[in-house]
Protein backbone atom coordinates (compact mmCIF):
# COMPACT_ATOMS: atom_id res chain seq x y z
CA UNK A 1 0.00 0.00 0.00
CA UNK A 2 2.46 2.64 1.15
CA UNK A 3 4.49 1.68 -2.36
CA UNK A 4 1.37 2.34 -4.28
CA UNK A 5 1.31 6.02 -2.26
CA UNK A 6 4.32 6.43 -2.69
CA UNK A 7 4.40 5.78 -6.92
CA UNK A 8 0.81 8.15 -6.76
CA UNK A 9 2.76 10.82 -5.11
CA UNK A 10 5.74 11.05 -6.94
CA UNK A 11 3.60 10.86 -10.15
CA UNK A 12 1.73 13.74 -8.58
CA UNK A 13 4.71 15.57 -8.02
CA UNK A 14 6.45 15.29 -11.70
CA UNK A 15 2.44 16.45 -12.91
CA UNK A 16 2.79 19.16 -10.50
CA UNK A 17 6.43 19.87 -11.76
CA UNK A 18 5.45 19.45 -15.61
CA UNK A 19 2.36 21.95 -15.02
CA UNK A 20 4.48 24.64 -13.80
CA UNK A 21 6.92 24.76 -16.41
CA UNK A 22 4.14 24.68 -18.59
CA UNK A 23 2.95 27.76 -17.04
CA UNK A 24 6.04 28.99 -16.75
CA UNK A 25 6.57 28.24 -20.81
CA UNK A 26 3.53 30.11 -21.21
CA UNK A 27 4.59 33.45 -19.78
CA UNK A 28 7.72 33.65 -21.56
CA UNK A 29 5.15 33.44 -24.61
CA UNK A 30 3.42 36.52 -23.74
CA UNK A 31 3.96 39.01 -26.55
CA UNK A 32 4.38 42.82 -26.87
CA UNK A 33 2.11 45.03 -28.32
CA UNK A 34 2.70 46.17 -31.64
CA UNK A 35 3.97 49.58 -31.68
CA UNK A 36 3.20 50.66 -34.81
CA UNK A 37 0.57 52.94 -36.22
CA UNK A 38 -0.70 53.35 -39.60
CA UNK A 39 3.14 54.35 -41.16
CA UNK A 40 3.37 50.37 -42.67
CA UNK A 41 6.63 50.36 -40.83
CA UNK A 42 6.48 48.89 -37.23
CA UNK A 43 8.86 47.30 -34.71
CA UNK A 44 7.70 45.43 -31.56
CA UNK A 45 9.91 43.42 -28.85
CA UNK A 46 9.48 40.46 -27.17
CA UNK A 47 9.42 41.97 -23.85
CA UNK A 48 7.71 45.47 -24.99
CA UNK A 49 5.88 46.78 -22.13
CA UNK A 50 7.51 44.69 -19.10
CA UNK A 51 10.82 44.61 -17.33
CA UNK A 52 13.57 42.70 -18.56
CA UNK A 53 16.28 40.67 -16.79
CA UNK A 54 19.80 41.45 -17.37
CA UNK A 55 21.28 38.76 -19.56
CA UNK A 56 17.74 37.93 -21.33
CA UNK A 57 17.31 37.19 -24.89
CA UNK A 58 15.53 40.27 -26.62
CA UNK A 59 13.82 39.64 -29.62
CA UNK A 60 13.23 42.81 -31.85
CA UNK A 61 10.75 41.99 -34.41
CA UNK A 62 10.12 44.29 -37.21
CA UNK A 63 7.22 44.77 -40.11
CA UNK A 64 6.51 46.14 -42.85
CA UNK A 65 3.64 46.46 -44.92
CA UNK A 66 3.69 47.63 -48.34
CA UNK A 67 0.05 48.23 -48.26
CA UNK A 68 0.24 50.52 -45.56
CA UNK A 69 3.09 52.82 -46.00
CA UNK A 70 1.36 54.93 -48.75
CA UNK A 71 -1.16 55.72 -46.65
CA UNK A 72 1.04 58.40 -45.01
CA UNK A 73 0.99 61.14 -47.39
CA UNK A 74 4.51 62.41 -46.08
CA UNK A 75 6.14 59.03 -46.86
CA UNK A 76 6.92 60.23 -50.83
CA UNK A 77 9.08 57.28 -51.32
CA UNK A 78 7.69 53.70 -51.83
CA UNK A 79 10.91 51.77 -52.60
CA UNK A 80 10.12 48.26 -51.33
CA UNK A 81 12.46 47.25 -48.13
CA UNK A 82 15.20 44.90 -48.91
CA UNK A 83 16.62 44.89 -45.32
CA UNK A 84 16.17 46.06 -41.52
CA UNK A 85 19.12 47.97 -39.44
CA UNK A 86 18.06 47.26 -35.50
CA UNK A 87 19.59 49.72 -33.60
CA UNK A 88 19.92 48.86 -30.16
CA UNK A 89 21.03 51.86 -27.65
CA UNK A 90 21.76 51.28 -24.28
CA UNK A 91 20.10 53.65 -21.31
CA UNK A 92 23.11 56.23 -21.57
CA UNK A 93 22.18 56.54 -26.06
CA UNK A 94 25.33 54.83 -26.74
CA UNK A 95 24.89 52.64 -29.73
CA UNK A 96 25.63 48.98 -28.53
CA UNK A 97 24.51 46.87 -31.67
CA UNK A 98 23.77 47.71 -34.53
CA UNK A 99 22.81 45.09 -37.20
CA UNK A 100 21.07 44.86 -40.40
CA UNK A 101 18.56 41.97 -41.54
CA UNK A 102 17.76 40.68 -44.56
CA UNK A 103 14.28 41.06 -44.80
CA UNK A 104 12.15 37.91 -45.03
CA UNK A 105 8.43 37.46 -46.77
CA UNK A 106 6.13 38.13 -47.57
CA UNK A 107 3.17 36.63 -45.30
CA UNK A 108 -0.47 36.95 -45.71
CA UNK A 109 -2.38 37.21 -42.66
CA UNK A 110 -4.67 35.40 -41.45
CA UNK A 111 -2.93 32.40 -43.43
CA UNK A 112 -0.07 33.10 -41.16
CA UNK A 113 1.43 29.38 -39.46
CA UNK A 114 2.45 29.68 -35.96
CA UNK A 115 5.52 31.22 -36.15
CA UNK A 116 7.96 33.99 -36.68
CA UNK A 117 5.52 36.47 -35.56
CA UNK A 118 3.37 37.37 -32.21
CA UNK A 119 -0.37 37.54 -32.68
CA UNK A 120 -0.36 41.02 -32.07
CA UNK A 121 1.81 41.55 -34.76
CA UNK A 122 -1.05 39.53 -36.99
CA UNK A 123 -3.79 41.43 -35.14
CA UNK A 124 -2.47 44.61 -35.54
CA UNK A 125 -2.12 43.37 -39.36
CA UNK A 126 -5.85 42.71 -39.61
CA UNK A 127 -6.57 46.21 -38.29
CA UNK A 128 -5.34 48.11 -41.04
CA UNK A 129 -6.05 46.71 -43.93
CA UNK A 130 -9.71 45.03 -46.29
CA UNK A 131 -11.46 42.28 -45.95
CA UNK A 132 -11.61 39.24 -48.24
CA UNK A 133 -14.03 35.76 -48.38
CA UNK A 134 -12.45 32.85 -47.19
CA UNK A 135 -14.32 29.65 -47.13
CA UNK A 136 -17.73 31.82 -47.40
CA UNK A 137 -16.41 34.39 -44.23
CA UNK A 138 -15.26 37.73 -44.60
CA UNK A 139 -12.11 38.07 -43.51
CA UNK A 140 -8.85 40.45 -42.86
CA UNK A 141 -6.07 40.44 -44.90
CA UNK A 142 -2.71 41.77 -45.26
CA UNK A 143 0.61 41.39 -47.24
CA UNK A 144 3.59 41.59 -44.99
CA UNK A 145 7.37 41.41 -44.61
CA UNK A 146 9.61 41.16 -41.48
CA UNK A 147 13.08 40.52 -39.82
CA UNK A 148 14.06 40.30 -36.05
CA UNK A 149 17.06 40.06 -34.13
CA UNK A 150 17.86 38.53 -30.75
CA UNK A 151 20.52 40.43 -28.53
CA UNK A 152 21.33 40.43 -24.35
CA UNK A 153 21.42 43.44 -23.08
CA UNK A 154 23.75 43.71 -20.17
CA UNK A 155 23.34 47.16 -18.61
CA UNK A 156 20.80 48.24 -16.54
CA UNK A 157 18.15 50.77 -17.52
CA UNK A 158 15.44 51.84 -20.41
CA UNK A 159 17.06 50.86 -23.81
CA UNK A 160 16.09 51.58 -26.87
CA UNK A 161 15.79 49.76 -30.09
CA UNK A 162 14.75 51.49 -33.31
CA UNK A 163 14.25 49.45 -36.45
CA UNK A 164 15.31 51.35 -39.62
CA UNK A 165 14.22 50.04 -43.27
CA UNK A 166 16.30 50.19 -46.32
CA UNK A 167 15.74 50.00 -49.97
CA UNK A 168 18.82 47.75 -51.69
CA UNK A 169 20.59 51.12 -52.10
CA UNK A 170 20.47 51.20 -48.34
CA UNK A 171 18.18 54.35 -48.90
CA UNK A 172 16.09 54.88 -45.57
CA UNK A 173 12.56 54.36 -46.18
CA UNK A 174 10.87 54.22 -42.73
CA UNK A 175 11.90 54.01 -39.01
CA UNK A 176 10.62 52.73 -35.56
CA UNK A 177 11.46 52.32 -31.86
CA UNK A 178 10.47 50.64 -28.90
CA UNK A 179 11.70 50.91 -25.25
CA UNK A 180 12.18 48.09 -22.86
CA UNK A 181 13.50 48.69 -19.22
CA UNK A 182 16.22 46.08 -18.32
CA UNK A 183 16.59 45.11 -14.63
CA UNK A 184 18.77 43.36 -12.30
CA UNK A 185 16.38 41.48 -10.12
CA UNK A 186 14.28 38.44 -10.85
CA UNK A 187 11.74 40.26 -8.96
CA UNK A 188 11.41 42.85 -11.73
CA UNK A 189 11.61 40.41 -14.66
CA UNK A 190 7.30 39.68 -15.38
CA UNK A 191 5.49 42.07 -12.64
CA UNK A 192 2.43 40.52 -12.89
CA UNK A 193 2.90 36.39 -13.82
CA UNK A 194 5.22 35.32 -11.23
CA UNK A 195 3.16 36.32 -8.04
CA UNK A 196 0.43 34.18 -10.21
CA UNK A 197 2.39 31.76 -10.86
CA UNK A 198 4.07 31.62 -7.17
CA UNK A 199 0.28 31.44 -5.63
CA UNK A 200 -0.73 28.53 -8.06
CA UNK A 201 2.49 26.71 -7.37
CA UNK A 202 1.81 26.87 -3.61
CA UNK A 203 -1.43 26.42 -3.83
CA UNK A 204 -0.74 23.10 -6.00
CA UNK A 205 1.92 21.83 -3.08
CA UNK A 206 -0.48 22.78 -0.60
CA UNK A 207 -3.58 20.30 -1.60
CA UNK A 208 -0.80 18.33 -2.78
CA UNK A 209 0.01 17.92 1.02
CA UNK A 210 -3.15 18.05 2.16
CA UNK A 211 -4.05 14.66 -0.10
CA UNK A 212 -1.13 13.08 1.27
CA UNK A 213 -1.02 13.88 4.93
CA UNK A 214 -4.94 12.64 4.95
CA UNK A 215 -4.44 9.26 2.71
CA UNK A 216 -1.31 9.10 5.16
CA UNK A 217 -4.06 9.63 8.51
CA UNK A 218 -6.35 7.55 6.23
CA UNK A 219 -3.95 4.10 6.42
CA UNK A 220 -3.02 4.84 9.52
CA UNK B 1 81.86 71.72 -63.66
CA UNK B 2 83.08 70.24 -60.22
CA UNK B 3 82.42 73.44 -58.82
CA UNK B 4 78.43 73.52 -59.96
CA UNK B 5 77.90 69.62 -58.27
CA UNK B 6 79.82 70.66 -55.39
CA UNK B 7 76.98 74.14 -54.73
CA UNK B 8 74.17 71.38 -56.19
CA UNK B 9 75.07 68.57 -53.55
CA UNK B 10 75.82 71.20 -50.85
CA UNK B 11 72.10 72.97 -51.91
CA UNK B 12 70.49 69.53 -51.18
CA UNK B 13 71.80 68.15 -48.44
CA UNK B 14 70.95 71.70 -46.87
CA UNK B 15 67.33 71.02 -47.93
CA UNK B 16 67.05 67.47 -46.80
CA UNK B 17 68.80 68.84 -43.46
CA UNK B 18 66.28 71.51 -43.17
CA UNK B 19 63.26 69.74 -44.17
CA UNK B 20 64.61 66.78 -41.77
CA UNK B 21 64.85 68.79 -38.73
CA UNK B 22 61.69 70.42 -39.78
CA UNK B 23 59.85 67.48 -39.38
CA UNK B 24 61.38 66.52 -36.35
CA UNK B 25 60.46 69.90 -34.68
CA UNK B 26 56.66 68.98 -35.64
CA UNK B 27 56.68 65.67 -33.92
CA UNK B 28 58.07 66.59 -31.07
CA UNK B 29 55.55 69.42 -30.98
CA UNK B 30 52.20 67.80 -31.87
CA UNK B 31 50.97 65.46 -29.09
CA UNK B 32 50.34 62.07 -29.70
CA UNK B 33 51.51 60.57 -26.64
CA UNK B 34 48.28 59.41 -25.00
CA UNK B 35 45.33 60.77 -23.06
CA UNK B 36 44.89 63.96 -21.84
CA UNK B 37 43.81 65.37 -18.37
CA UNK B 38 42.68 68.02 -16.86
CA UNK B 39 42.83 66.98 -13.33
CA UNK B 40 40.53 68.53 -10.79
CA UNK B 41 42.94 70.50 -9.22
CA UNK B 42 43.73 72.32 -12.56
CA UNK B 43 46.93 70.58 -13.72
CA UNK B 44 47.54 69.00 -17.16
CA UNK B 45 48.69 65.27 -17.34
CA UNK B 46 51.19 64.64 -18.56
CA UNK B 47 52.27 68.13 -18.15
CA UNK B 48 54.41 68.07 -21.52
CA UNK B 49 50.53 67.88 -23.32
CA UNK B 50 50.77 71.01 -25.88
CA UNK B 51 48.00 73.20 -23.79
CA UNK B 52 48.90 75.93 -21.99
CA UNK B 53 47.52 76.96 -19.09
CA UNK B 54 46.10 80.56 -17.91
CA UNK B 55 43.88 80.35 -14.59
CA UNK B 56 40.67 79.12 -15.60
CA UNK B 57 41.57 78.49 -19.55
CA UNK B 58 43.36 75.65 -21.16
CA UNK B 59 44.24 76.60 -24.59
CA UNK B 60 46.21 74.24 -27.46
CA UNK B 61 49.47 75.69 -28.72
CA UNK B 62 49.25 72.85 -30.90
CA UNK B 63 47.66 69.61 -32.39
CA UNK B 64 46.91 66.71 -30.32
CA UNK B 65 46.23 63.26 -31.60
CA UNK B 66 44.86 61.73 -28.61
CA UNK B 67 41.76 62.05 -26.10
CA UNK B 68 41.34 65.18 -23.50
CA UNK B 69 39.43 64.13 -20.47
CA UNK B 70 38.07 66.84 -18.92
CA UNK B 71 37.50 66.23 -14.93
CA UNK B 72 37.49 70.19 -13.66
CA UNK B 73 34.25 72.20 -13.55
CA UNK B 74 34.32 76.07 -14.46
CA UNK B 75 37.09 76.10 -17.23
CA UNK B 76 37.30 77.23 -21.05
CA UNK B 77 39.06 74.95 -23.12
CA UNK B 78 40.18 76.76 -26.42
CA UNK B 79 41.27 74.79 -29.42
CA UNK B 80 42.92 78.22 -30.94
CA UNK B 81 42.24 76.42 -34.49
CA UNK B 82 43.87 73.45 -34.01
CA UNK B 83 43.14 70.01 -34.79
CA UNK B 84 42.38 67.49 -32.45
CA UNK B 85 41.81 63.95 -34.27
CA UNK B 86 41.60 60.55 -33.36
CA UNK B 87 42.20 57.11 -35.33
CA UNK B 88 38.16 56.35 -35.66
CA UNK B 89 37.79 54.78 -32.03
CA UNK B 90 37.68 56.68 -28.55
CA UNK B 91 36.53 60.42 -27.99
CA UNK B 92 37.22 63.88 -28.73
CA UNK B 93 36.87 65.72 -25.64
CA UNK B 94 35.41 63.51 -22.75
CA UNK B 95 33.25 65.08 -20.41
CA UNK B 96 31.19 62.96 -17.24
CA UNK B 97 29.79 64.77 -14.34
CA UNK B 98 30.93 67.82 -15.28
CA UNK B 99 29.73 71.76 -14.78
CA UNK B 100 30.28 74.92 -16.85
CA UNK B 101 32.76 73.95 -19.14
CA UNK B 102 33.02 75.54 -22.38
CA UNK B 103 34.30 74.41 -25.57
CA UNK B 104 35.44 76.50 -28.57
CA UNK B 105 37.36 76.74 -31.23
CA UNK B 106 38.52 72.97 -31.94
CA UNK B 107 38.26 70.53 -35.33
CA UNK B 108 37.67 68.01 -33.68
CA UNK B 109 37.62 64.76 -35.81
CA UNK B 110 38.08 60.71 -36.38
CA UNK B 111 36.89 59.66 -32.78
CA UNK B 112 33.78 57.10 -32.24
CA UNK B 113 32.84 60.51 -30.94
CA UNK B 114 33.73 64.21 -31.40
CA UNK B 115 32.76 65.77 -28.21
CA UNK B 116 31.06 63.69 -25.23
CA UNK B 117 28.98 64.80 -22.19
CA UNK B 118 27.65 62.62 -20.19
CA UNK B 119 25.53 63.59 -16.88
CA UNK B 120 27.32 67.19 -17.60
CA UNK B 121 25.02 70.73 -17.26
CA UNK B 122 25.53 73.93 -18.20
CA UNK B 123 28.31 73.83 -20.88
CA UNK B 124 28.83 75.59 -23.69
CA UNK B 125 30.19 74.17 -27.31
CA UNK B 126 30.54 76.56 -29.18
CA UNK B 127 32.62 77.67 -32.71
CA UNK B 128 34.35 74.27 -33.02
CA UNK B 129 34.66 71.89 -36.36
CA UNK B 130 33.33 68.44 -36.20
CA UNK B 131 34.14 66.08 -38.75
CA UNK B 132 34.27 62.82 -39.68
CA UNK B 133 33.41 60.82 -36.49
CA UNK B 134 32.65 57.53 -36.75
CA UNK B 135 29.09 57.79 -34.14
CA UNK B 136 28.05 61.12 -33.82
CA UNK B 137 29.56 64.56 -34.04
CA UNK B 138 28.38 65.98 -30.37
CA UNK B 139 26.58 63.16 -28.12
CA UNK B 140 25.30 64.69 -25.06
CA UNK B 141 23.48 61.81 -22.85
CA UNK B 142 21.63 62.38 -18.82
CA UNK B 143 22.50 66.03 -19.12
CA UNK B 144 20.85 69.42 -19.15
CA UNK B 145 20.98 73.59 -19.58
CA UNK B 146 24.04 73.24 -21.92
CA UNK B 147 24.26 75.47 -25.04
CA UNK B 148 25.57 74.03 -28.67
CA UNK B 149 26.33 77.22 -30.83
CA UNK B 150 28.00 78.12 -33.95
CA UNK B 151 29.47 74.90 -34.67
CA UNK B 152 30.31 73.33 -38.13
CA UNK B 153 29.10 69.65 -37.64
CA UNK B 154 30.12 67.76 -41.28
CA UNK B 155 30.48 64.77 -42.32
CA UNK B 156 30.32 62.08 -38.83
CA UNK B 157 29.23 58.80 -40.11
CA UNK B 158 26.03 58.35 -38.04
CA UNK B 159 24.48 61.73 -36.38
CA UNK B 160 26.01 64.90 -35.99
CA UNK B 161 24.42 66.32 -32.79
CA UNK B 162 22.87 63.66 -30.79
CA UNK B 163 20.81 64.36 -27.35
CA UNK B 164 19.83 61.51 -25.28
CA UNK B 165 17.58 61.77 -22.16
CA UNK B 166 19.02 65.72 -22.13
CA UNK B 167 16.79 68.71 -21.11
CA UNK B 168 16.75 72.30 -21.53
CA UNK B 169 19.37 72.45 -24.04
CA UNK B 170 20.06 75.18 -26.29
CA UNK B 171 21.36 73.84 -30.18
CA UNK B 172 21.46 77.08 -32.36
CA UNK B 173 23.71 78.60 -35.33
CA UNK B 174 25.20 75.31 -36.18
CA UNK B 175 25.67 73.98 -39.71
CA UNK B 176 24.84 70.45 -39.58
CA UNK B 177 24.82 68.60 -42.73
CA UNK B 178 26.36 65.81 -45.27
CA UNK B 179 25.92 63.51 -42.12
CA UNK B 180 25.55 59.92 -42.25
CA UNK B 181 22.85 59.55 -39.85
CA UNK B 182 20.11 62.30 -38.84
CA UNK B 183 21.35 65.94 -38.75
CA UNK B 184 20.25 66.56 -35.07
CA UNK B 185 18.87 63.83 -33.30
CA UNK B 186 16.44 64.34 -30.21
CA UNK B 187 16.22 61.26 -28.67
CA UNK B 188 14.49 59.37 -25.89
CA UNK B 189 12.87 61.78 -23.21
CA UNK B 190 14.69 64.54 -23.84
CA UNK B 191 12.51 67.37 -22.45
CA UNK B 192 12.20 71.50 -23.12
CA UNK B 193 15.27 71.54 -25.44
CA UNK B 194 15.44 74.70 -28.17
CA UNK B 195 16.54 73.78 -31.50
CA UNK B 196 16.72 77.16 -32.97
CA UNK B 197 18.48 78.86 -36.60
CA UNK B 198 20.13 76.08 -37.81
CA UNK B 199 21.05 75.40 -41.23
CA UNK B 200 20.49 71.34 -41.38
CA UNK B 201 20.83 69.89 -44.82
CA UNK B 202 21.97 66.95 -46.97
CA UNK B 203 21.85 64.51 -43.95
CA UNK B 204 21.23 60.80 -45.13
CA UNK B 205 18.48 59.89 -42.80
CA UNK B 206 16.53 62.97 -41.06
CA UNK B 207 17.20 66.62 -41.04
CA UNK B 208 16.22 66.63 -37.29
CA UNK B 209 14.74 63.78 -35.56
CA UNK B 210 12.15 64.05 -32.65
CA UNK B 211 11.82 60.80 -30.38
CA UNK B 212 11.50 58.00 -29.06
CA UNK B 213 8.48 57.71 -27.06
CA UNK B 214 7.74 60.66 -24.93
CA UNK B 215 10.35 63.28 -25.52
CA UNK B 216 8.27 66.15 -25.26
CA UNK B 217 8.45 70.41 -24.87
CA UNK B 218 11.22 70.94 -26.97
CA UNK B 219 10.67 73.61 -29.63
CA UNK B 220 12.06 73.58 -33.22
CA UNK B 221 11.88 77.14 -34.54
CA UNK B 222 14.02 78.97 -37.24
CA UNK B 223 16.13 75.87 -38.71
CA UNK B 224 16.59 76.00 -42.49
CA UNK B 225 15.77 72.11 -43.23
CA UNK B 226 16.64 71.53 -46.70
CA UNK B 227 17.78 68.35 -49.21
CA UNK B 228 18.01 65.54 -46.16
CA UNK B 229 17.86 62.14 -48.06
CA UNK B 230 14.86 60.84 -46.20
CA UNK B 231 13.18 63.35 -44.11
CA UNK B 232 13.14 67.03 -42.86
CA UNK B 233 11.67 66.30 -39.69
CA UNK B 234 10.85 62.95 -38.02
CA UNK B 235 8.97 62.30 -35.14
CA UNK B 236 8.67 59.24 -33.20
CA UNK B 237 5.89 58.53 -30.24
CA UNK B 238 6.86 61.93 -29.11
CA UNK B 239 4.00 64.48 -28.55
CA UNK B 240 3.64 68.14 -27.01
CA UNK B 241 6.32 69.65 -29.28
CA UNK B 242 6.22 73.38 -31.20
CA UNK B 243 7.79 73.47 -34.49
CA UNK B 244 7.31 76.79 -35.85
CA UNK B 245 9.33 79.30 -38.36
CA UNK B 246 11.02 76.35 -39.99
CA UNK B 247 12.07 76.09 -43.70
CA UNK B 248 10.99 73.11 -45.23
CA UNK B 249 12.99 72.43 -48.69
CA UNK B 250 13.50 69.82 -51.18
CA UNK B 251 13.75 66.87 -48.63
CA UNK B 252 12.72 63.70 -49.98
CA UNK B 253 9.61 63.64 -47.10
CA UNK B 254 9.00 67.09 -45.28
CA UNK B 255 7.66 65.35 -42.67
CA UNK B 256 7.31 61.75 -41.38
CA UNK B 257 5.93 61.22 -37.94
CA UNK B 258 4.80 58.18 -36.56
CA UNK B 259 2.23 57.99 -33.75
CA UNK B 260 2.88 61.86 -32.90
CA UNK B 261 0.75 64.81 -32.19
CA UNK B 262 2.47 68.38 -32.11
CA UNK B 263 2.08 71.99 -32.92
CA UNK B 264 3.16 72.86 -36.14
CA UNK B 265 2.49 76.47 -35.69
CA UNK B 266 2.63 79.43 -32.80
CA UNK B 267 -0.73 80.54 -33.52
CA UNK B 268 -1.42 84.27 -35.36
CA UNK B 269 -0.12 86.27 -36.45
CA UNK B 270 3.07 84.64 -35.51
CA UNK B 271 2.97 81.80 -37.86
CA UNK B 272 3.67 78.30 -39.08
CA UNK B 273 6.31 76.60 -41.33
CA UNK B 274 7.70 77.42 -44.94
CA UNK B 275 6.90 74.40 -46.78
CA UNK B 276 8.42 74.68 -50.15
CA UNK B 277 6.10 72.71 -51.84
CA UNK B 278 3.20 74.57 -50.70
CA UNK B 279 1.45 76.65 -53.49
CA UNK B 280 -2.10 78.13 -52.12
CA UNK B 281 -3.49 81.17 -52.21
CA UNK B 282 -2.98 84.40 -49.68
CA UNK B 283 -6.28 86.45 -49.63
CA UNK B 284 -7.77 86.72 -46.10
CA UNK B 285 -6.13 87.43 -42.84
CA UNK B 286 -6.88 87.29 -38.75
CA UNK B 287 -6.71 83.74 -36.92
CA UNK B 288 -9.62 82.38 -39.02
CA UNK B 289 -8.08 84.11 -42.34
CA UNK B 290 -11.38 85.02 -42.83
CA UNK B 291 -10.78 88.60 -43.54
CA UNK B 292 -10.27 90.39 -46.35
CA UNK B 293 -6.77 90.80 -46.77
CA UNK B 294 -3.74 88.81 -47.45
CA UNK B 295 -1.19 88.73 -44.54
CA UNK B 296 1.55 86.40 -45.71
CA UNK B 297 -0.02 83.40 -44.47
CA UNK B 298 -1.73 80.66 -46.64
CA UNK B 299 -5.27 80.86 -46.34
CA UNK B 300 -5.47 76.83 -46.12
CA UNK B 301 -4.00 75.15 -43.22
CA UNK B 302 -1.31 72.86 -44.46
CA UNK B 303 -2.23 68.97 -43.50
CA UNK B 304 1.52 67.29 -41.92
CA UNK B 305 -0.38 64.28 -41.40
CA UNK B 306 -3.50 62.66 -40.52
CA UNK B 307 -3.58 64.32 -36.76
CA UNK B 308 -1.38 67.39 -37.53
CA UNK B 309 -1.80 70.30 -39.63
CA UNK B 310 0.18 73.46 -39.49
CA UNK B 311 -2.58 76.18 -39.53
CA UNK B 312 -0.46 79.10 -40.56
CA UNK B 313 2.18 78.28 -43.57
CA UNK B 314 3.84 81.16 -44.52
CA UNK B 315 3.71 81.90 -48.27
CA UNK B 316 7.84 82.73 -48.06
CA UNK B 317 10.59 81.83 -46.30
CA UNK B 318 10.52 82.95 -42.11
CA UNK B 319 13.49 84.97 -43.10
CA UNK B 320 12.01 87.05 -45.87
CA UNK B 321 8.79 86.50 -44.84
CA UNK B 322 9.88 88.04 -40.78
CA UNK B 323 11.12 91.51 -42.76
CA UNK B 324 9.40 92.01 -46.03
CA UNK B 325 10.46 94.54 -48.43
CA UNK B 326 8.47 97.43 -47.88
CA UNK B 327 4.91 96.92 -49.92
CA UNK B 328 5.28 93.36 -50.43
CA UNK B 329 1.87 93.09 -48.67
CA UNK B 330 1.04 89.25 -49.18
CA UNK B 331 4.89 88.64 -48.64
CA UNK B 332 5.12 87.21 -51.94
CA UNK B 333 8.85 88.15 -52.61
CA UNK B 334 7.82 90.66 -54.83
CA UNK B 335 5.84 94.15 -54.81
CA UNK B 336 3.33 94.01 -57.73
CA UNK B 337 -0.12 94.27 -58.88
CA UNK B 338 -1.60 92.19 -56.51
CA UNK B 339 0.14 94.07 -53.46
CA UNK B 340 -1.68 97.05 -55.08
CA UNK B 341 -4.47 95.78 -54.98
CA UNK B 342 -4.47 94.53 -51.22
CA UNK B 343 -3.27 98.19 -50.88
CA UNK B 344 -6.49 99.49 -52.65
CA UNK B 345 -8.81 97.40 -50.59
CA UNK B 346 -7.78 98.71 -47.50
CA UNK B 347 -7.24 102.26 -48.73
CA UNK B 348 -8.74 105.23 -45.67
CA UNK B 349 -9.15 102.64 -43.55
CA UNK B 350 -8.35 102.10 -39.79
CA UNK B 351 -8.47 100.23 -36.87
CA UNK B 352 -11.98 98.98 -36.68
CA UNK B 353 -12.98 99.69 -40.06
CA UNK B 354 -14.56 96.65 -41.82
CA UNK B 355 -11.56 96.76 -44.55
CA UNK B 356 -8.81 97.28 -42.59
CA UNK B 357 -6.12 95.15 -43.29
CA UNK B 358 -2.53 95.86 -40.77
CA UNK B 359 -0.78 94.72 -43.33
CA UNK B 360 -1.58 97.43 -45.88
CA UNK B 361 -0.51 99.75 -43.05
CA UNK B 362 3.05 99.56 -44.35
CA UNK B 363 3.83 102.62 -42.09
CA UNK B 364 2.22 101.42 -38.96
CA UNK B 365 0.51 104.67 -38.12
CA UNK B 366 -2.75 102.41 -37.99
CA UNK B 367 -4.41 104.04 -41.27
CA UNK B 368 -4.04 103.26 -44.76
CA UNK B 369 -3.18 106.46 -46.45
CA UNK B 370 -1.11 107.66 -49.38
CA UNK B 371 1.92 107.55 -47.34
CA UNK B 372 1.67 103.66 -47.52
CA UNK B 373 0.86 104.11 -51.06
CA UNK B 374 4.31 106.19 -51.50
CA UNK B 375 6.03 103.35 -49.92
CA UNK B 376 4.51 100.66 -52.05
CA UNK B 377 5.21 102.47 -55.09
CA UNK B 378 8.40 102.98 -54.06
CA UNK B 379 9.46 99.32 -54.66
CA UNK B 380 6.69 98.99 -56.90
CA UNK B 381 8.21 96.30 -60.01
CA UNK B 382 10.95 94.96 -57.36
CA UNK B 383 11.15 91.35 -56.51
CA UNK B 384 13.68 90.05 -53.65
CA UNK B 385 16.76 89.67 -54.49
CA UNK B 386 17.87 86.59 -51.95
CA UNK B 387 15.04 83.52 -52.28
CA UNK B 388 17.55 81.72 -50.79
CA UNK B 389 16.65 80.12 -47.18
CA UNK B 390 20.03 79.85 -46.43
CA UNK B 391 20.93 83.92 -47.19
CA UNK B 392 22.37 85.84 -44.37
CA UNK B 393 20.84 89.20 -44.89
CA UNK B 394 17.49 89.74 -44.83
CA UNK B 395 16.01 91.05 -48.17
CA UNK B 396 14.49 94.43 -46.48
CA UNK B 397 17.77 95.27 -45.68
CA UNK B 398 18.61 95.98 -48.66
CA UNK B 399 16.08 97.83 -50.06
CA UNK B 400 14.75 100.22 -47.51
Same mark, same amino acid.
Given at each position: ???????????????????????????????????????????????? +??????????????????????????????????????????????????????????????????????????????????????????????????????????????? +????????????????????????????????????????????????? +???????????? | /??????????????????????????????????????????????????????????????????????????????????????????????????????????????????????????????????????????? @??????????????VSNVREGIFLWLTNTTTVTGNN????????????????????????????????????????????????? @?????????????????????????????????????????????????????????????????????????????????????????? /? *????????????????? /????????????????? *???????????????????????????????????????????????????
Amino acid at each position: MSVGLGMKLQFAVVAVLLASLLVLASVNIVQAQWSAIDSGFAVTTNWH +GKDVLIGESVTATAGWAPALAPQNPNNKKSSAVYTVEFVWHNATGHTIWDVTVTISGPLTTPAVPPGPLPQEIIDWANLHDGMHYQGGNLIPTITYYYANDTQKPNSLGDW +GVQAKFHDSDHNLQGANSDIIAVKATSFNVVPEVPFGTIVILLSWFGVL +GVFALRKKHFHE | /MLCINIKATAVFLTVLLTTALATTYNIEKAWAGGTIYIKPDGSVDPSAAPIQRAGDIYTFVDNIYDTIVVQRDNIIIDGNGYILQGTGSGIGIDISNGNNVTIKKTHIAQFDYGIHLYKSNSSIISDNNLTNNIQQGIF @ISNSSSNVISRNNVVSNVREGIFLWLTNTTTVTGNNVSINGGDGISIAYSSFYNTIINNTVSHNSEAGISLGWEISTGNVISGNN @ITNNVWAGIYIDHSNGNTLYHNNLLYNTNQVVTVGATNAWDNGYPSGGNYWGEYTDIDLYWGPSQSETGSDGIGDTPRTVDGGNRDNYPL /M *SPYEYWSNPIPGDINKD /MKVDNNDLYQLAIAYGS *SLEKPNWNPNSDINSDNIVSVSDLFRLGKNFGKPADNTSPNGKTPASARWK
